[in-house]
C-alpha cells in the first residue's frame, strides 16, 4: 500500500563526500514505485495553478503526472512531447520552486508534489525503454529557414521547424552544439549525453547542423537572406558577455570568467587530472557572485580537489538570486559563504595571491527592489587565494546586435521582438531567448523558440 503524504519523496544524491571527487550527475533520479508514490500525491486541483501559472510553456502537469500515478510512463511521455522538446533537461534544471513547484496547491500545506524529478524520470524512462527512434523527417515545403545559434531556443525553435516540414540550417559558432547547456551548466547538474540525445533528436528530424559558424564574422543576416536564399531566419546568439569585477588587479593571472572557467570544464578538456592541458590547478578558490552561475563554478571547483573554495556575494543570503537547493548542496560540499562582503583588489605580483575585500551593510532598496548594499568604511581584510572565478552576470552582445542592419536594439543591445511572435523590425528575421531577454531561464528561451517557430511557420506559408 503506497502511503501519500505531505512529505514529497525525495530524489536521492551521491553522498556529497563521494560526489565532490567525481563530476557525475549528483542526482540520482527515482525508480519506478517512487515516480509512481510521488505522482499520488497529486490533487488533480481543477485550475492547475502549476500549469497555467506555473509554466512558461504551460505542460500538461496534472496529465502527465496522471499517467505516472497509473504506471503508463510513454504515455505520460508523449503528454509532455506536445509542449516540451527538453523534457530531460527542463526536469533537471528548471528553476522548479519558483515556477511549476512554486504554484503547486499541495505546497500550501507541506511540500509541493516534485514535478521536476517526475519530468526527469519520465523522460529518462523514455529514453532508456523507449529511445529516440530516427524518426522519418516531415516533407519539406521548399522553404529555408537559417537558425543562428544553437542553445536551447535555437533548438526549440529549429526542431518545431524541421517537424512542420521545412529546411532548417542551424549556424553555431562554437565546436559544440547545445549552447550553455553543453558548455555552463555541468555534467553534474546536466550529463552531456542527455544534452547529445536532445541534439540527435534534432538531426533526426532532418535538421542540418553548421559547427564553427559566427555571425558576424562569417556570415550576416542579410547574407544569408540575399546570397544564400533562406526565406527567414531565426537569431538565438544568447548573452554570453560577461560582466567583469572593476578592480585594480584584476587582469592578474589566476583571476578568470566563470564562463571560460566552465567552459574549460565542461568542454575543452572535460576535469580530466591527467590531461596534457589541464585546467591551472588552484588550492584556495574564490568565487565572486551569487547567482547560479557562481554555484555552477563554486561546486565545479571544489570536484577539481581545492582545499578551500569560498563564495564572495555583496548581499545577504536572503538576496541572493541562486536555487536555494544549489547553495544547500554548495555547502554540504564544504564551499563557505562569505555575505555582504565585496572584494575590492586582487592581491600579487603577476599572480593573484589573495583577495581584498569589504564589508557590507544593507541600505535603501535599490531600482531591482533589493536593499543596497553600502561598504562599511575601514572594514577591510584580506583572505588568500591564488585563483579567483568572476560569476558576475552576462550581457546581450551589443557589438554584434548593433551591426544586424534593419534589426532594432534598445540601449544594452537586446534584440527588440513583437512578443507574440518574436518578429524583429526586420522581415523574416525573428529572435528569441537571452538575446531578447538579458540572461534568463533555459524555459522561457524554450518558450521564444517555440512562439518563433510557429510564426516563422505562418510567415512562410
Ligand atoms: C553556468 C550557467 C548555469 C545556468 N543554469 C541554469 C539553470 O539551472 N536553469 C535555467 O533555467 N537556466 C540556467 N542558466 C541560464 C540558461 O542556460 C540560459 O538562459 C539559456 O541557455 C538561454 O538560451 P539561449 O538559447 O537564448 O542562449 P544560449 O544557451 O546562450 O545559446 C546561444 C548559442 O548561440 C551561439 N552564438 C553566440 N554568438 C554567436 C554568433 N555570433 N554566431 C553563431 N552562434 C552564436 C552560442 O555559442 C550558443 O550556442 C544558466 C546559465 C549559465 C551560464
Known amino acids: ?173 562554437e565546436k559544440v ?84 572557467y566552465l567552459m574549460r570544464i565542461n568542454v575543452e ?16 578558490i574564490a568565487v565572486i557572485g551569487g547567482g547560479n552561475v557562481a554555484m555552477d563554478a563554486c561546486r565545479s571547483a571544489v570536484r577539481t580537489g581545492a582545499e578551500k573554495v569560498y563564495v564572495i556575494y555583496r548581499r545577504s543570503e536572503a538576496e541572493m538570486p541562486a536555487d536555494p537547493s544549489e547553495v544547500f548542496e554548495a555547502r554540504e560540499e564544504g564551499v563557505e559563504f562569505m555575505f555582504l562582503t565585496n572584494p575590492v583588489e586582487v592581491k600579487g605580483k603577476d599572480r593573484i595571491t589573495g583577495l581584498e575585500c569589504i564589508r557590507m551593510e544593507l541600505g535603501e532598496p535599490d531600482a531591482s527592489g533589493r536593499r543596497r548594499p553600502v561598504p562599511v568604511e575601514g572594514s577591510e581584510f584580506t583572505i588568500k587565494v591564488d585563483q579567483c572565478i568572476m560569476a558576475l552576470g552576462s550581457n546581450c552582445d551589443k557589438e554584434l546586435t548593433d551591426t544586424m542592419d534593419g534589426v532594432d536594439t534598445d540601449k544594452w543591445g537586446a534584440i527588440i521582438v513583437n512578443d507574440k511572435t518574436q518578429a524583429t523590425s526586420k522581415k523574416g528575421v525573428f529572435a528569441g531567448g537571452d538575446t531578447v531577454t538579458g540572461a534568463k531561464t533555459v524555459i522561457a528561451a524554450m518558450d521564444a523558440g517555440k512562439k518563433a517557430a510557429a510564426a516563422i511557420d505562418r510567415y512562410l506559408r
Open 177 to 260: 552544439v547545445g549552447g550553455v547547456l553543453e558548455y555552463g551548466i555541468p555534467q553534474f547538474r546536466l550529463p552531456k549525453d542527455i544534452v547529445a540525445a536532445e541534439i540527435k533528436g534534432l538531426t533526426d528530424k532532418g535538421v542540418t547542423i553548421k559547427t564553427g559558424k559566427s555571425l558576424g564574422k562569417d556570415f550576416s543576416v542579410d547574407k544569408l537572406l540575399t546570397k544564400e536564399k533562406f526565406d527567414a531566419v531565426f537569431i538565438g546568439n544568447g548573452a554570453g558577455i560577461p560582466t567583469t569585477m572593476n578592480i585594480p588587479g584584476e587582469d592578474k593571472e589566476g583571476v578568470i570568467l566563470a564562463s571560460d
Open 269 to 284: 578538456h572535460g576535469y580530466d587530472p591527467s590531461s596534457k592541458d589541464p585546467l591551472p590547478k588552484a588550492k584556495r
Open 1 to 173: 500500500m503506497i502511503n501519500i503524504t505531505t512529505v514529497n519523496n525525495k530524489m536521492p544524491q551521491q553522498d556529497p563526500e563521494v560526489r565532490i571527487c567525481n563530476f557525475e550527475e549528483s542526482a540520482l533520479g527515482y525508480d519506478e514505485t517512487t515516480a509512481v508514490a510521488e505522482a499520488m500525491r497529486c490533487l488533480k486541483c481543477r485550475k492547475k495553478p502549476c500549469m497555467e501559472l506555473g509554466c512558461p510553456v504551460h505542460n500538461d502537469i496534472p496529465g502527465f503526472i496522471g499517467k505516472v500515478a497509473e504506471g503508463k510512463f510513454e504515455e505520460a511521455y508523449q503528454i509532455l512531447q506536445k509542449t516540451t522538446n527538453l523534457p530531460a533537461v527542463c526536469g533537471r534544471v528548471c528553476p522548479q520552486y519558483e515556477q511549476c513547484e512554486g504554484h503547486c496547491v499541495r505546497g500550501t500545506r507541506g511540500e509541493p508534489v516534485a514535478i521536476g524529478a517526475l519530468e526527469r524520470f519520465v523522460a529518462d524512462w523514455h529514453r532508456e525503454n523507449v529511445g529516440t527512434a530516427s524518426s522519418e523527417p516531415a516533407q519539406k515545403k521548399g522553404k529555408k529557414v537559417a537558425v543562428i545559434g544553437s542553445g536551447p531556443a535555437g533548438i526549440t525553435c529549429a526542431g518545431d521547424l524541421a517537424e512542420k516540414g521545412h529546411m532548417v540550417t542551424i549556424f553555431e559558432k
